[in-house]
């Protein structure tokens, strides 16, 4: 377990500091149960019971305590991974990575330790705390990529980077799901986490380059609805630069449309966004629909579905909306969208359990592996910013083969 140890040289934290920290703390907590966008600095100052005065001595604008907030929670992750590159073997490394996770989280849903604020919007902050908070997400994400050691296994550059976002976004997946779990069950799910990372989902070696013929050419439906193009366009720049950016001038200039034409399709912004979520969950279901009537094994039709899906983020037909945007829109409707999340998810976890009945997937947890495809799928988004070679030919074995058959796979070959 990651212990913080007092240097004696170091000086005792002034009054200032530790009121600026408690002020962090209580912000990551409501950033993470109210979402960035309805967080404000007279909620916060009301929480700890401060008029908004006394709390702009300590952060002036919102941006400023949205910046700070990140950039402890980037250095508390930073650590873990430090921590975690002084072990030699590989699937030690990785166990103890992911076991450190949960048992942070462990902690903080014991009220043991200060909530950190999760990774959602970071798009959502503006210049220059963008820049800042980038950055520093960079440089946490270079010493992730250190747990898979150049000259260790046979991985490319490529590789590399693809299984050190994978991991990442495994555990900032598990956020949602974990909840769910006693915390202290948490070590228990870690290490079942831990399992399907390493060694697979899929009970033997899955080619994913299409040489055996397996898994079929990605299905792509066209778009049915004119409507479509203004839900492909907000799509696209909430992903790419927030909800915040992704403003009703923005969309209508990237359509060369005015924004009388915007308003004649969409009555609000808000209810664009959750028009992007209805986009993208029928789009998931029809590959589901699409994968669950081949005529093949349950693993099978996992891949199938995961290819498309994947193969969808890589394409110009349009990515699926990242679930960062959930933080955009109000809680009810967020917990509804989390809601129709969850119920295409335990499609992939039906169709993982008749692969665990077919033999063509091994023994894991489903409750989790279900959880991970559908983790998986949704930051394939974001693939091509850490792996620029990363495309619609190479990003199934690149991002879905790992998970299919685990990193020690391809750590063997």
């Known amino acids: 377990m990651l212990m913080a140890i007092a240097d004696p040289d170091t000086p005792a ?51 400023d ?31 103890h990575f992911v076991r450190s996770y949960f048992a942070l989280q462990a902690r903080v849903r014991r009220g043991e330790q200060a909530e950190f604020v999760h990774f959602g919007d970071l798009r959502a902050l503006s210049q ?31 590789e590399r980077s693809a299984n050190a976002h994978l991991l990442l976004s495994q555990l900032f997946w598990s956020v949602i799901w974990i909840d769910g779990y006693l915390p202290e069950d948490y070590g228990r799910a870690a290490d079942r986490l831990c399992d399907i990372l390493l060694n697979g989902l899929a009970g ?85 629909d699409r994968a669950m009537a081949e005529d093949m094994n349950g693993l099978g039709r996992v891949a199938a579905a995961a290819v498309t899906l994947v193969g969808r983020q890589m394409s110009s037909e349009g990515a699926l909306l990242r679930t960062s945007a959930l933080t955009a829109i109000g809680p009810e409707l967020r917990t509804e969208m989390a809601r129709r999340l969850t119920v295409l998810t ?39 910013r850490w792996v620029p070679s990363a495309d619609a030919s190479n990003a199934a074995t690149l991002y879905i083969g790992p998970l299919l058959n685990g990193f020690l796979a391809s750590a063997k070959r």
């Open 13 to 63: 934290p002034t009054r200032f500091e530790r009121r600026k920290e408690e002020i962090l703390h209580v912000a990551a907590a409501l950033f993470n149960r109210n979402g960035l966008r309805d967080t404000t600095l007279a909620i916060v100052a009301g929480e700890i019971g401060f008029n908004l005065k006394s709390l702009r001595y300590y952060f002036k604008k919102r941006e």
């Open 65 to 95: 305590l949205v910046a700070a907030a990140f950039l402890e929670s980037i250095a508390l992750h930073r650590a873990l991974a430090e921590d975690a590159a002084g072990i030699d073997q590989f699937d030690d490394r990785i166990r």
């Open 128 to 158: 220059p705390h963008l820049d800042v908070v980038g950055a520093a997400y960079v440089e946490m994400f270079r010493h992730l990529r250190r747990l898979f050691k150049p000259g260790e296994c046979s991985w490319t550059s490529a």
């Open 204 to 288: 033997r070696f899955v080619d994913l380059s299409g040489a055996d013929g397996e898994i079929p050419t990605p299905f792509f439906d066209s778009e049915r609805l004119s409507h479509d193009s203004f839900l492909r366009t907000a799509t696209h720049l909430i992903n790419e630069i927030g909800y915040r950016g992704a403003s009703v001038d923005r969309i209508s200039s990237a359509l060369s449309v005015t924004k009388g034409a915007f308003y004649h399709h969409n009555e609000t912004r808000d209810g664009l966004v959750v028009a992007c979520f209805e986009r993208t969950f029928d789009i998931v279901r029809r590959a589901q």
């Open 346 to 384: 335990w499609r992939f976890a039906d169709m993982l359990n008749d692969g665990m009945t077919d033999g063509s997937v091994r023994v894991c947890d489903m409750r989790i592996a279900s959880e991970m495809v559908t983790a998986m799928i949704n930051s394939a988004q974001e693939l091509q």
